[in-house]
Each structure stands twice: as structure tokens, then as C-alpha cells.
């Protein structure tokens, strides 16, 4: 051996900015990240798999190897996509590994040369919960590459391919998420248009009495009252808190969909007043209402108390902000869905004749209320 054996032994693991053979094709090149290093040699087509531009990440990684190198490496994507493959999917070793970006991120990578310096030779991926995706070589002798997984979640992969893998980098989200922000909302319906259809929007009848006086002779004071309890609630669903496994809160801006109590006792569409909304609300709502009637000796009476229910589920397109805690931020647009329930206050009303169904919403078809207080 004329050349000293480690050096021979080892793989070669280059930094992006001292590394001129490596061209990086597009979307890998600059992003929310840092300190990026490679495994293997500089040989082969530049690859990229990153989708980090539109806040989908990487759930899953696929490798192929044999004794002597790793051969063929895909990537699986959060939005249920795949990268293409690299390499030549051959040999004898093979395994994939997917993990819920939602609940689970990386926490370790180590790569190994094929000790010759002419490619990638082993992957090693441990993620937080346990999961453990190991194929290559053996390696026994050689140096360990570690990858900085930062905040372990994997924006893309990056490297250079022919009929095998040459070399293997990997892109992490550089820190921590701080907040995620959802702003610029715009919803694809108007409260103009939802209005016109009353859309989602029902009367509910929340009781009903049919009363008559049965005394011979004395007057009788009839009360219909009564309280009741229901929920409304607001939820938004973006997809990039499950991508990036946020649970808490988000905040929300734009021109926001609200459904509430225009009047009293009806509801309808408009825009939120609010300058922003966190992600989730849910409040009971008390429906009282309460009606005394005088009814004279035999006198009938006919009451029914009411209230309007709104249920609203639509689409808005948005753009989602990521607060690093380094004070970097990032953006992407993406698409999610309001759902909101809602309760305008109960109404009740008596009368001397039997009420008619109650067929979609009650404005625009009030009713005689006759009032019995002689
Ligand atoms: C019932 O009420 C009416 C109106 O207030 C009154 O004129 C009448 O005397 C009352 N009758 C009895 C039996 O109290
Ligand atoms: C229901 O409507 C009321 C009145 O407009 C509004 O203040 C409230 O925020 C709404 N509740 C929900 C959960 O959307």
C-alpha cells in the first residue's frame, strides 16, 4: 500500500460552500438551513428531493445496497408523493423506513464511504421514537459521518448519482419552530353568496306547547320558558401543523369567514372582525327564551320557542409562516378548511292557532303573534 490506508479507507464527507464539484440542482441550494455535509465522492449527476418550497417535508427513506456500496436511494414525501430513484435498485440489502412527521422527527444519521472514497457505502437513520432504517456495507474500520439533524425535521436529501449512489447529503429544518402563523386567509365563498342560499342555515324548534285554560273561571297566568345549552365551535385544519408536528396554537389573519348572530335571532355570513383567531374555539351558548300569556277561562294557546343553527365547512386558500426560533421565518401557500358551528339566540312566540312547519329559516316568513293580554 503506497497511500496511507485510513485516507484510502475513508469516505469523503465535503461541505457545501468548500465543495466545488458538487453542483446542487435548484431548491437545495439555499433554504432554512445550515451546516450541510455529504458522504461519498463528487462522481455521478447531481440530485435533489426536497418539496421544502410548498412545506412538505420528508417521511420516508428508501435504500438499496450490496457488499460494496449502497446502490439505489427514493424519498417519500408528507404529502403522500415520492422522490424518483437514484441508482440502480439492486443487491442484497434493502429496507425502507417511513415515521409520522406529525408526532416523530429525526434524531440521528450516520453515513459511511465505501471505504475507497468512490461512493456512499452505508445510511444509518434513527428517528426519535425508535424507528431504525440501517443498509450498506459493512463498515467496520471505516470513519462515521454524523449528519447535524438539527431540529430533525427533513426538508430534502441531496447528492450525486449514476449506477450507484456516490454521495449522500441530508437538509434539516436548521432550529426549532417557535410559532406557526396563518395569514393572508381568503375563503373561495363570500358571505354575500352563502347569504343569498342560506346556506347551512336551519331554524331549530326548541319547544313546543299546546295550553288551555281549564278553568271554569279564573284567569290563569301560562309562562313557556325555558334554558338549554349548545356548543358552537370554530375550526381550521392546515395541513402544515401535522407536517411540521405542531399542536399548539396558531394564529390567523386575512379576510376571515365568520358566522354569527346578525340580529338577535338570526344568523349569517360576514367577515370576522377580529384581527386574528387562534385555531380552535368552542363555547356553550345558553338558549333562553320565556313568554307569559293571560289566558282567560278556556282560553287555548299555542307556543313554540325557537333558534337558528348555522353549520359551515369551506375552503380558503392562505399562506403559512414559520417563526424559527434563530428569528428566521419561512413561507409557503397552502390551502386548508373552516368548519363552524353556530347559535343565534332562541325566540319564542304564542299564539291562538296551531304553528306551521318550520321549513328552512323563519325571516322573511314572520307570523302573526297574537297577544293575549286582554
Ligand atoms: C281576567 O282578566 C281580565 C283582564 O285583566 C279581567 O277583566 C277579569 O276580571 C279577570 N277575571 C277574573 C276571573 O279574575
Ligand atoms: C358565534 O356568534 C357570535 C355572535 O356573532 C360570535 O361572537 C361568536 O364568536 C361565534 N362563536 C363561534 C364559536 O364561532
Same mark, same amino acid.
Given at each position: 500500500?503506497?497511500?496511507?490506508?485510513?485516507?484510502?479507507?475513508?469516505?469523503?464527507?465535503?461541505?457545501?460552500?468548500?465543495?466545488?464539484?458538487?453542483?446542487?440542482?435548484?431548491?437545495?441550494?439555499?433554504?432554512?438551513?445550515? @451546516?450541510?455535509?455529504?458522504?461519498?465522492?463528487?462522481?455521478?449527476?447531481?440530485?435533489?428531493?426536497?418539496?421544502?418550497?410548498?412545506?412538505?417535508?420528508?417521511?420516508?427513506?428508501?435504500?438499496?445496497?450490496?457488499?460494496?456500496?449502497?446502490?439505489?436511494?427514493?424519498?417519500?414525501?408528507?404529502?403522500?408523493?415520492?422522490?424518483?430513484?437514484?441508482?440502480?435498485? @439492486?443487491?442484497?440489502?434493502?429496507?425502507?423506513?417511513?415515521?409520522?412527521?406529525?408526532?416523530?422527527?429525526?434524531?440521528?444519521?450516520?453515513?459511511?464511504?465505501?471505504?475507497?472514497?468512490?461512493?456512499?457505502?452505508?445510511?444509518?437513520?434513527?428517528?426519535?421514537?425508535?424507528?431504525?432504517?440501517?443498509?450498506?456495507?459493512?463498515?467496520?474500520?471505516?470513519?462515521?459521518?454524523?449528519?447535524?439533524?438539527?431540529?430533525?425535521?427533513?426538508?430534502?436529501?441531496?447528492?450525486?448519482?449514476?449506477?450507484?449512489?456516490?454521495?449522500?447529503?441530508?437538509?434539516?429544518?436548521?432550529?426549532?419552530?417557535?410559532?406557526?402563523?396563518?395569514?393572508?386567509?381568503?375563503?373561495?365563498?363570500?358571505?354575500?353568496?352563502?347569504?343569498?342560499?342560506?346556506?347551512?342555515?336551519?331554524?331549530?324548534?326548541?319547544?313546543?306547547?299546546?295550553?288551555?285554560?281549564?278553568?271554569?273561571?279564573?284567569?290563569?297566568?301560562?309562562?313557556?320558558?325555558?334554558?338549554?345549552?349548545?356548543?358552537?365551535?370554530?375550526?381550521?385544519?392546515?395541513?402544515?401543523?401535522?407536517?411540521?408536528?405542531?399542536?399548539?396554537?396558531?394564529?390567523?389573519?386575512?379576510?376571515?369567514? @365568520?358566522?354569527?348572530?346578525?340580529?338577535?335571532?338570526?344568523?349569517?355570513?360576514?367577515?370576522?372582525?377580529?384581527?386574528?383567531?387562534?385555531?380552535?374555539?368552542?363555547?356553550?351558548?345558553?338558549?333562553?327564551?320565556?313568554?307569559?300569556?293571560?289566558?282567560?277561562?278556556?282560553?287555548?294557546?299555542?307556543?313554540?320557542?325557537?333558534?337558528?343553527?348555522?353549520?359551515?365547512?369551506?375552503?380558503?386558500?392562505?399562506?403559512?409562516?414559520?417563526?424559527?426560533?434563530?428569528?428566521?421565518?419561512?413561507?409557503?401557500?397552502?390551502?386548508?378548511?373552516?368548519?363552524?358551528?353556530?347559535?343565534?339566540?332562541?325566540?319564542?312566540?304564542?299564539?291562538?292557532?296551531?304553528?306551521?312547519?318550520?321549513?328552512?329559516?323563519?325571516?322573511?316568513?314572520?307570523?302573526?303573534?297574537?297577544?293575549?293580554?286582554?
Amino acid at each position: 500500500m503506497i497511500f496511507s490506508p485510513k485516507k484510502l479507507l475513508l469516505g469523503a464527507a465535503v461541505l457545501f460552500s468548500g465543495f466545488s464539484g458538487l453542483a446542487l440542482a435548484d431548491d437545495c441550494e439555499q433554504g432554512p438551513w445550515q @451546516d450541510v455535509t455529504s458522504t461519498g465522492a463528487s462522481t455521478g449527476g447531481p440530485y435533489c428531493a426536497t418539496k421544502w418550497k410548498s412545506g412538505t417535508v420528508i417521511t420516508g427513506v428508501e435504500v438499496w445496497a450490496n457488499d460494496k456500496t449502497v446502490r439505489a436511494i427514493q424519498f417519500y414525501f408528507s404529502d403522500g408523493t415520492n422522490s424518483q430513484q437514484w441508482g440502480k435498485p @439492486d443487491g442484497n440489502k434493502h429496507a425502507r423506513m417511513d415515521w409520522d412527521s406529525a408526532v416523530d422527527q429525526i434524531g440521528q444519521i450516520k453515513t459511511w464511504g465505501n471505504g475507497k472514497g468512490q461512493s456512499l457505502g452505508r445510511v444509518y437513520i434513527r428517528t426519535k421514537s425508535g424507528k431504525e432504517l440501517d443498509v450498506g456495507k459493512d463498515t467496520s474500520g471505516q470513519d462515521t459521518f454524523e449528519t447535524n439533524v438539527a431540529s430533525g425535521v427533513m426538508l430534502g436529501a441531496f447528492g450525486t448519482a449514476g449506477d450507484v449512489i456516490d454521495s449522500l447529503g441530508f437538509i434539516f429544518l436548521k432550529s426549532k419552530i417557535e410559532k406557526i402563523t396563518v395569514s393572508d386567509i381568503v375563503f373561495d365563498e363570500t358571505p354575500e353568496a352563502l347569504n343569498a342560499q342560506q346556506e347551512g342555515l336551519d331554524t331549530v324548534i326548541l319547544d313546543y306547547a299546546d295550553h288551555t285554560n281549564d278553568h271554569p273561571e279564573a284567569n290563569e297566568t301560562f309562562t313557556f320558558g325555558k334554558s338549554e345549552t349548545r356548543t358552537a365551535t370554530k375550526k381550521y385544519s392546515t395541513t402544515a401543523t401535522h407536517t411540521f408536528g405542531w399542536s399548539n396554537a396558531i394564529e390567523l389573519s386575512g379576510k376571515i369567514l @365568520d358566522l354569527g348572530a346578525s340580529s338577535t335571532t338570526t344568523l349569517s355570513y360576514g367577515y370576522s372582525n377580529a384581527q386574528t383567531e387562534e385555531s380552535s374555539t368552542e363555547n356553550s351558548v345558553t338558549l333562553t327564551y320565556t313568554v307569559a300569556t293571560m289566558l282567560k277561562p278556556g282560553q287555548r294557546v299555542f307556543c313554540r320557542a325557537t333558534a337558528m343553527g348555522g353549520k359551515y365547512k369551506g375552503d380558503y386558500s392562505s399562506n403559512i409562516n414559520i417563526w424559527l426560533e434563530d428569528g428566521d421565518t419561512f413561507t409557503f401557500t397552502e390551502r386548508g378548511t373552516m368548519e363552524q358551528v353556530n347559535w343565534s339566540k332562541a325566540s319564542s312566540v304564542c299564539q291562538d292557532k296551531d304553528f306551521d312547519p318550520v321549513t328552512g329559516p323563519t325571516e322573511g316568513k314572520k307570523r302573526r303573534a297574537i297577544k293575549f293580554l286582554a
